[in-house]
C-alpha cells in the first residue's frame, strides 16, 4: 500500500523542490488538517512533468496499439486494490458519505475498462479507406486512408466535485489514454491525498506492465502557477478541464494566445434550465416537487447538471414552492466539498437575495464547518432578462424559480442563458403541441442533453450521452466528457497516401489485423482492403 | 443572367450603403480594371447579413431535414447554368487559364452534389441510441439518442487561390449547408466579380425552392473592418477561412476574445516538406525532379499543398538541383492571381536569399504585370534550425533544398517546422527499412496527410482525404476542410433523454424513416430502435 508523500509523481519518482510552498489537505466536515503536509507545484515541476510526458509518449508510438486497454485495465484493477485506505481518504478529504464513494469508485472502474475495451476492439479510429485507381483519367487515383490519432501529452485538471470519476483517473484521463496520449494531472488542491493515492495506482500499472514510465505525471498545489505552466508549455498539446467559468476561461484564454494555440475541453457548469409546461404541473406536481428537491439536494448541489433555475407558469408557482420548500427541509445542514466552494455559495445566494425583483423563499445559511442549509429563490420573466448575475450558477444547493405568464416570455429567458450542460422539459397530456415542439427546439438550441420529464442530474456513461453543451457550459459544443465519445476529443485527423502496407498503423493495414469495421470505398464492412 | 451590381447579398436583396468607399477587380495579366465598381461593405452591413442568416436559420429549423440537399443540387445546377460567363468572369480576374477554371468548376460542383448526397442519405450525423431498461438496479436506466446538429449562422471567408472550389460557394460553404447552417459568406476582394455571379446561382437556388431567403448572405471588400464585425457578431456560431496565417491567426484571436467564443476552422496553408531518402533518389532521380517541379510549378506555386522545403542528402543535391532547374525553365513567366501576391511573393523570395547560409540557385524575379518567374534555392539542416523564417512558407512558385548530412538532421528539422498540411517521403528499394518507419513516424507527427513516393499537390474529395493538420497549417488539427468529413466541423453534439418519438429528429426516431444505419447499444444497424 503506497505511503502518502505529499510530493509529486514526475517521470516515475515522488519528487518536490525542497523550496517549494506547501498547502494541507483539510477535513471539511471538522476543519480539522489531514496530513502529510503536501508540497506546492512550481513552474519548473511542471516543465519536468511535460517534458516526461513527451519522452513516454514518443517511447509509446513503437507499442503494440494495445498498451493503452492493458494500462487502464490495471488501473482499475489496482484502484479496487487499494481498497478501504482510498475510501476512507476520500471520506475525510470531501466528506461525502461512504456510499456515494463507494457507487463512484465503481464508476470510475467502469470508466476505465470501458475506454479499455474501446481501445482494445480497436474501431473508435473512425479508419477510413478509398482504394487506388490507377486507370482513373484524367489522373490516377492515389490510395487514401484516414484514422485519428494520438495527440500528445495531455494536461488534465481534476474536478472538486467528482474526486474519482473526474479526478487524476477520471474520465478525461481514461478517454485520453485510451486514444494513446500521455497524461500531466494537475490535481485538485480540495483532495490531495486522494490525487496522490489515484496515481499510485497509475504508476504501478506502468512498472508491472512495463510501459514508459512518463505516460502518467502528478503535479499537485493550490494557486495558478502549475496549471498555466502546463497549459503553456510547448509538450501539451491539449487540456481536459473540469471546475468553474472563471477557471476554465482562464486556461481557454492563455492557449489561444499561446504562438501554437492548443485546443482546451473545458467543462465549466452551467444552470440546467427546467421548463415546466402547465399541463405536466398540473398533472404531476407532487412527482415534480419531489424530483426537483432530490435533484438540488443531490451531492450537496454540487452536480454540474443540478438545476439552477426553473421555470413555472405564475399561476401555479405558489403551490409549488411550498411543496419544495416541503422536500427541502428534510436536508437541513450539507457539509460542502470545501470552505472555499461553502464560502462562495454562501456569497452567491447573499448576491441572489439582494438583486432587485428577487425574492428569497427559503434563505440559504452557513450551518457548521463546511455546512450549509439548502436555498430557494424567485423572480420573474421580467427581472431575469434584466439582470445578467440571474443566469450564473450558483453552485450548491439552491435554486431560482422564474414565475412567467406565457411560454414565449420563458422562452426568451432560456434563450438568453445561451448554454447549458441540459435543458429539461417537463410536458403533460394537455399541453399543447405545438408549444412543446418549439419549447423543445429553444431548450436544444442551448443545450448539450436535452430531457423530457426527468431531471438533469443522474449522468449515464454510455454511447449515447453527450456531457456537453454552448458556451459557458464548455468550451467546444461539439464535444462530449462523458461517455465513449470522449474519446474523439484528444486525437487528431491524419491521412496515408500510397503509405505501403507494412508502414501503416494496423487499423488501416489491408489485412484489418484488428477485424474491426472500416469504411471501404463508402461501405461498412470488416472485410480486407485489397 | 445577373447582371453584376457591385454591391451585397443581403436577405435577398442586392444592397450597398450609398455612402461606403469602393473597390475595383483588376485583370492581374493586364493591371486593366474590370467594372463594375464594387462597394466595400461596412460593418453595419455585415450586422444585417448576420441577422438575415440568424432570422433563415431559425426558420429552417421546421423544414424536412432535406432541404439542405436540395438546395445543394440546385446550387449546383444554377452554378453549371452561368455557362461561358461565369468562366470568362474568373479568367479575367484570376488568370487562371481555361482548362483549370473550367475544371474547378467541375470540381466545385461535385462537391456541392456530394454533400447534397451526404445531406440526403442522413446518416452524416452519428446517429447513436441506447434504448431505456426501467428494471435497471439501484436507478432505472433512461432512453438516450445523441446525434449532430447544425450550429446556426457560419460565417465562411473565400479564398483566394481556389476562386470556386473554395470561393464563397466552395467547401466551407457546402459543407456548411449540408449540416444545416446559415451562411454569411465573405468574398475574397481578387476576384468580386466571381463572387457575386455564385451568389446569383444561391439566391436563384433559394428562390426557386422557397426556401428562407437570408440562408446565403454574401459581403464583399478589401480590408479588415467587415471580417472583423462578422467574427464579433453575436449570431455567428463559427467561422470557416482559407487563407495566409496573418488572416487566419487574426480571426481567430478575435473567435476567441468574444465573450462567448466560438470556434475559427482555418487552413492557413503550410511548407509540406518532403524527405528524400538516398536509395529513392538515386532508383528514381529523374521522376522526382520532374514531379518536384511540376509540384512547384502548379497553380503558379499559389496551391496549399506546395512543396516549399525539400530535404535532399548533401551528396545527392546538386544533380537534383541541376535536374529541378531544367524542368522550371520551361516555365519562365508565371501570372499569379493578384498584384498583393505577386508581391509578398517577390519580397519573400528576396528576404530568403538574404539570409544567412541560403544559397540561391535561380531567383525568382517579377517579369510583367503580376508575373513572375520560379525561384529555387538552398540551406543545410543547420540554418534551417536557427533561422526560423526558413520554416515560413513563400506563397507561389519557389521551393527552399535543404542538404542534410544524415537522416537525423533532417528528422530534427521536420520536428521544427511543427506543422503541415501534408508531409512526403519519398523512399527506395534500397533504404533502410528501420529509417523508412522513423522518418514516417515524424512526418506523421506534424502532417494532416503524409505521402509516400507521391507529391503533395492534387488534393483527392472523398471520405478518407484529410485537409487538415497541426498549427500553423491549421487552428484544428482534428478537422478537415476537404472531403466529406469536413461536415462535421460546423456542428455541435446533441443529446435527448426519454424525448417522446415525435418530438425526437426524424434520424433519432423509432421507425427509422430515414432508413440510415445508426448505432443502437453498441451495435451498429439499419433496424428499428424499440
Given at each position: 500500500m503506497h505511503k502518502l508523500t505529499g510530493s509529486h509523481l514526475i517521470d516515475g519518482q515522488w519528487r518536490q523542490e525542497r523550496s517549494s510552498r506547501t498547502f494541507d489537505a483539510i477535513d471539511p466536515s471538522t476543519g480539522a488538517t489531514l496530513p502529510p503536509v503536501f508540497f506546492s507545484a512550481v513552474g519548473t515541476e511542471a516543465n519536468s512533468a511535460a517534458e516526461a510526458a513527451k519522452r513516454a509518449f514518443d517511447l509509446s508510438l513503437d507499442l503494440p496499439p494495445k498498451w493503452s486497454a492493458d494500462l487502464l485495465d490495471k488501473i482499475a484493477a489496482n484502484i479496487l486494490d487499494l481498497g478501504n485506505a482510498l475510501l476512507e481518504r476520500v471520506e475525510k478529504e470531501t466528506a461525502l458519505p461512504r456510499a456515494r464513494v463507494t457507487g463512484e469508485r465503481g464508476r470510475t472502474v467502469n470508466q476505465l475498462k470501458m475506454f479499455a475495451g474501446i481501445a482494445r476492439e480497436g474501431s473508435w479510429g473512425d479508419a477510413t479507406i478509398d482504394t487506388a485507381d490507377p486507370n482513373r483519367q484524367p489522373l490516377p487515383k492515389p490510395d487514401l486512408r484516414r484514422m485519428l490519432r494520438a495527440r500528445g501529452p495531455i494536461a488534465v485538471f481534476g474536478a472538486s466535485n467528482f474526486p474519482l470519476a473526474f479526478g487524476v483517473c477520471g474520465g478525461d484521463t481514461a478517454s485520453a489514454l485510451a486514444a494513446g496520449n500521455s497524461i500531466v494531472a494537475k490535481g485538485h488542491p480540495s483532495h490531495p491525498g486522494t490525487n496522490e493515492l489515484f496515481a499510485s495506482a497509475v504508476l504501478d500499472a506502468l512498472q508491472t506492465l512495463n510501459l514508459p514510465i512518463g505516460l502518467f505525471n502528478l503535479v499537485q498545489g493550490p494557486g495558478n502557477e502549475v496549471g498555466a505552466a502546463l497549459v503553456n508549455h510547448?509538450?501539451?498539446?491539449a487540456v481536459g478541464f473540469t471546475g468553474s467559468l472563471r477557471g476554465g476561461r482562464a486556461l481557454f484564454d492563455l492557449a489561444a494566445k499561446r504562438d501554437r494555440p492548443i485546443p482546451v475541453f473545458a467543462e465549466m457548469g452551467s444552470v440546467n434550465p427546467i421548463l415546466l409546461l402547465r399541463g405536466a404541473l398540473s398533472e404531476n406536481s407532487a412527482t415534480i416537487a419531489n424530483g426537483l428537491a432530490q435533484s438540488i439536494l443531490g451531492g450537496a448541489g454540487q452536480f454540474c447538471t443540478k438545476p439552477g433555475v426553473i421555470f413555472v407558469p405564475s399561476s401555479q408557482v405558489d403551490d409549488l414552492s411550498q411543496a419544495i420548500v416541503k422536500a427541502l427541509a428534510a436536508a437541513s445542514e450539507l457539509v460542502m466539498l470545501n470552505y472555499g466552494l461553502r464560502d462562495n455559495f454562501c456569497e452567491r445566494c447573499s448576491h441572489l437575495s439582494e438583486i432587485p425583483g428577487v425574492k428569497t423563499i427559503v434563505k440559504s445559511n452557513p450551518t457548521g464547518h463546511a455546512s450549509i442549509s439548502p436555498g430557494l429563490y424567485e423572480t420573474d420573466t421580467e427581472h431575469f432578462l434584466s439582470q445578467l448575475a440571474l443566469r450564473e450558477e450558483a453552485f450548491g444547493p439552491a435554486a431560482l424559480l422564474v414565475k412567467y405568464e406565457n411560454e414565449a416570455d420563458a422562452l426568451r429567458c432560456i434563450d438568453a442563458i445561451g448554454g447549458s450542460l441540459t435543458a429539461s422539459l417537463h410536458i403533460g397530456k394537455t399541453d399543447n403541441p405545438t408549444i412543446q415542439k418549439r419549447a423543445l427546439a429553444h431548450l436544444e438550441s442551448i443545450a448539450g442533453r436535452v430531457i423530457v420529464n426527468g431531471f438533469p442530474t443522474g449522468v449515464e456513461v454510455n454511447d449515447a450521452v453527450v456531457h456537453g453543451g454552448p458556451y459557458p457550459a464548455t468550451t467546444d459544443s461539439n464535444s462530449t466528457s462523458v461517455g465513449s465519445a470522449a474519446i474523439r476529443r484528444f486525437v487528431r485527423m491524419v491521412a496515408f497516401q500510397n503509405v505501403p502496407d507494412e508502414l501503416l498503423p494496423p487499423a488501416l493495414q489491408n489485412a484489418n489485423p484488428l477485424q474491426i469495421s472500416r469504411t471501404i470505398n463508402g461501405q461498412r464492412t470488416k472485410a480486407n482492403a485489397e
Open positions: 510547448p509538450f501539451i498539446e
